[in-house]
């Protein structure tokens, strides 16, 4: 093998790494490993995708993931780092287990839903959806903006 020929394997390997690790922020949510990853605000290891929840900030690097266990724990936090950029935020959908933009979410708050860290919520990708669980559990379904000024 040639040195050049070396040199560009060497190169596109480095390549391939880093695009590996690179974080898929630019277009969609963080991931998250579920009975690893630590919420950032009560500390708590992610273990139930269907309240996990992300706020994008700007940092140092570009966007950057803040993870958190439950809708509480992010309400908390974005209260407590006022400064912080905010890029976007997201929600698991309840039933679906996938990832949704948290400003299009449809929410049901019940006391009765147990949730990690004891929000009592859970986000929805429809209205619908979101009315149908709320009904047995003598829940409230709300859209984001009212939700957020309520908590």
Known sequence: M??????ATLA????????GCRNELDDGPP??????SLCIECGMIISDERFAT?????GDRGNEPLLFDDFNCQMIFEAKQSELTIVDRWSHDYNAGTWLHTADAWFMR???LHTPMASHIAAFTSKDD???????????????VELWERE
């Open 2 to 7: 040639t040195l050049l020929r070396k040199v």
């Open 12 to 19: 596109l390997g480095a390549l391939i790494f880093s695009s």
């Open 31 to 36: 991931s998250i490993r579920l009975g690893d």
């Open 54 to 58: 992300a706020t994008i900030v700007v």
């Open 110 to 112: 019940s006391e009765k």
């Open 130 to 144: 979101a009315e149908a669980f709320a009904a047995p559990l003598d829940g409230e379904t709300l859209d984001f």
